[in-house]
C-alpha cells in the first residue's frame, strides 16, 4: 500500500477551532514564516521604493519576501500593477491598467545593479488591451538589464500572449536564461481557477518557447481540490511540451474575495511530488508548501 495514503487530509474547514482572520483554521506549523526584518531587507525596501519599482512579492502576498529580500533578492513586476485578468487566486489588483512606463526598463536595470544580484527574475501583469501584450517592454527591459549588469542571470516569467506567437518571441529572444509561464492548475480545474486563460494554449506558449531554444520553466498551486491522478496528468503533459523546470507549492489564499483552499498538502505528499516530476520526465523539480514561482530561481539557470 501506499504510505502517502495514509497521511491525514488537512481541510481547513474542518474544525471552528483556532480560526484566523478569514474565519478559517490557522495555517499548519510548515506554513509559518517569519516577518521580514533586517539590513537587506530594508536595504531591497528602499531600491524599490526609491525607484517607484512594483514587485510580485508585495503584490502576490508571497510568503517567502522576507528571506528573498533579506538575500538582497526580489522579483520585479513591470508594466504596471493592475492586471486585465480576473483570476480567482491571484492577489494582483484587476481592472483597466493606465500605466505604460517606457522609462520603466532603465529604471528596473539600475535597480537591479545597485542590488548588486546575480540572478533577477523579472514578472509582469496580463496587458490583453495592447496589441503586443506589453513584449516591447518585456524586450527592452531585458536588454537593459543585461547593459548595466552583463553577468546577471536573467529569468523572465512571463503572461500568457493569447496565442500572439510574434508577441512571443519579442518576449523570449533578447537574452534571458530562463523563460518561465505558470499554468498554476491542473486541467480540471481551470475554467475556475483561471476563466481567461486555456489549459491547451498555456502548454504551446511552453512547447513553441522550448522550440525557440529557452530553457521553460512553470509552476503549478496545490491545495485547490486537485487529485494526484490530475497533478500527474499535468506533469505528463508538461514534459510532453518540453518543460524543464516544475515549482510546486502550497496556495493560500490572499483574501476572502478568493477561492478558499481545499487542502493543506503535507510536506511528504510534495516530497512525492517531486520524484514522481523527475520519473515523468521534468529535469528539475522544486517542490514543498513554500515554494512560490521565483523560489530559488538562481538554481534553476543551468538545469
Same mark, same amino acid.
Given at each position: 500500500m501506499?504510505?502517502?495514503?495514509?497521511?491525514?487530509?488537512?481541510?481547513?474547514?474542518?474544525?471552528?477551532?483556532?480560526?484566523?482572520?478569514?474565519?478559517?483554521?490557522r495555517?499548519?506549523?510548515?506554513?509559518?514564516?517569519?516577518?521580514?526584518?533586517?539590513?537587506?531587507y530594508?536595504?531591497?525596501?528602499?531600491?524599490?521604493?526609491?525607484?517607484?519599482?512594483?514587485?510580485?512579492?508585495?503584490?502576490?502576498?508571497?510568503?517567502?519576501?522576507?528571506?528573498?529580500?533579506?538575500?538582497?533578492?526580489?522579483?520585479?513586476m513591470?508594466?504596471?500593477?493592475?492586471?486585465?485578468? +480576473?483570476?480567482?487566486?491571484?492577489?494582483?489588483?484587476?481592472?483597466?491598467?493606465?500605466?505604460?512606463?517606457?522609462?520603466?526598463?532603465?529604471?528596473?536595470?539600475?535597480?537591479?545593479?545597485?542590488?548588486?544580484?546575480?540572478?533577477?527574475?523579472?514578472? +509582469?501583469?496580463?496587458?490583453?488591451?495592447?496589441?503586443?501584450?506589453?513584449?516591447?517592454?518585456?524586450?527592452?527591459?531585458?536588454?537593459?538589464?543585461?547593459?548595466?549588469?552583463?553577468?546577471?542571470?536573467?529569468?523572465?516569467?512571463?503572461?500568457?500572449?493569447?496565442?500572439?506567437?510574434?508577441?512571443?518571441?519579442?518576449?523570449?529572444?533578447?537574452?534571458?536564461?530562463?523563460?518561465?509561464?505558470?499554468?498554476?492548475?491542473?486541467?480540471?480545474?481551470?475554467?475556475?481557477?483561471?476563466?481567461?486563460?486555456?489549459?491547451?494554449?498555456?502548454?504551446?506558449?511552453?512547447?513553441?518557447?522550448?522550440?525557440?531554444?529557452?530553457?521553460?520553466?512553470?509552476?503549478?498551486?496545490?491545495?485547490?481540490?486537485?487529485?494526484?491522478?490530475q497533478?500527474?496528468?499535468?506533469?505528463?503533459?508538461?514534459?510532453?511540451?518540453?518543460?524543464?523546470?516544475?515549482?510546486?507549492?502550497?496556495?493560500?489564499?490572499p483574501?476572502?474575495?478568493?477561492?478558499?483552499?481545499?487542502?493543506?498538502?503535507?510536506?511528504?505528499?510534495?516530497?512525492?511530488?517531486?520524484?514522481?516530476?523527475?520519473?515523468?520526465?521534468?529535469?528539475?523539480?522544486?517542490?514543498?508548501?513554500?515554494?512560490?514561482?521565483?523560489?530559488?530561481?538562481?538554481?534553476?539557470?543551468?538545469?
Amino acid at each position: 500500500m501506499d504510505e502517502l495514503m495514509t497521511l491525514p487530509v488537512i481541510q481547513p474547514n474542518a474544525t471552528p477551532e483556532g480560526l484566523n482572520a478569514l474565519g478559517q483554521p490557522r495555517k499548519p506549523n510548515w506554513l509559518r514564516v517569519k516577518l521580514p526584518v533586517g539590513k537587506e531587507y530594508a536595504k531591497v525596501r528602499s531600491i524599490v521604493d526609491e525607484y517607484k519599482l512594483h514587485t510580485i512579492c508585495e503584490s502576490g502576498n508571497c510568503p517567502n519576501m522576507g528571506e528573498c529580500w533579506g538575500a538582497g533578492t526580489a522579483t520585479f513586476m513591470i508594466l504596471g500593477n493592475v492586471c486585465t485578468r +480576473s483570476c480567482s487566486f491571484c492577489a494582483v489588483a484587476t481592472g483597466r491598467p493606465n500605466e505604460y512606463d517606457e522609462d520603466e526598463p532603465r529604471r528596473v536595470a539600475e535597480a537591479i545593479q545597485l542590488m548588486g544580484v546575480k540572478h533577477a527574475v523579472i514578472t +509582469s501583469v496580463n496587458r490583453d488591451e495592447l496589441k503586443d501584450r506589453g513584449a516591447a517592454i518585456w524586450n527592452e527591459t531585458v536588454k537593459q538589464v543585461k547593459l548595466l549588469s552583463p553577468t546577471t542571470t536573467i529569468e523572465t516569467l512571463i503572461p500568457d500572449v493569447k496565442a500572439n506567437w510574434d508577441a512571443l518571441i519579442t518576449m523570449i529572444s533578447p537574452g534571458q536564461e530562463v523563460v518561465s509561464h505558470n499554468m498554476e492548475t491542473v486541467k480540471a480545474l481551470y475554467r475556475r481557477v483561471r476563466p481567461q486563460a486555456k489549459y491547451e494554449r498555456s502548454l504551446e506558449q511552453t512547447r513553441r518557447t522550448k522550440e525557440y531554444g529557452k530553457r521553460t520553466k512553470t509552476g503549478i498551486m496545490l491545495g485547490l481540490g486537485e487529485t494526484r491522478e490530475q497533478v500527474y496528468e499535468a506533469m505528463d503533459d508538461l514534459a510532453a511540451n518540453g518543460c524543464d523546470i516544475l515549482t510546486l507549492g502550497q496556495y493560500l489564499q490572499p483574501t476572502k474575495m478568493h477561492l478558499e483552499v481545499a487542502e493543506f498538502i503535507h510536506p511528504d505528499l510534495f516530497a512525492h511530488y517531486r520524484e514522481e516530476g523527475l520519473n515523468r520526465g521534468i529535469k528539475y523539480v522544486e517542490s514543498g508548501p513554500l515554494v512560490r514561482s521565483s523560489y530559488h530561481a538562481e538554481r534553476h539557470v543551468n538545469v
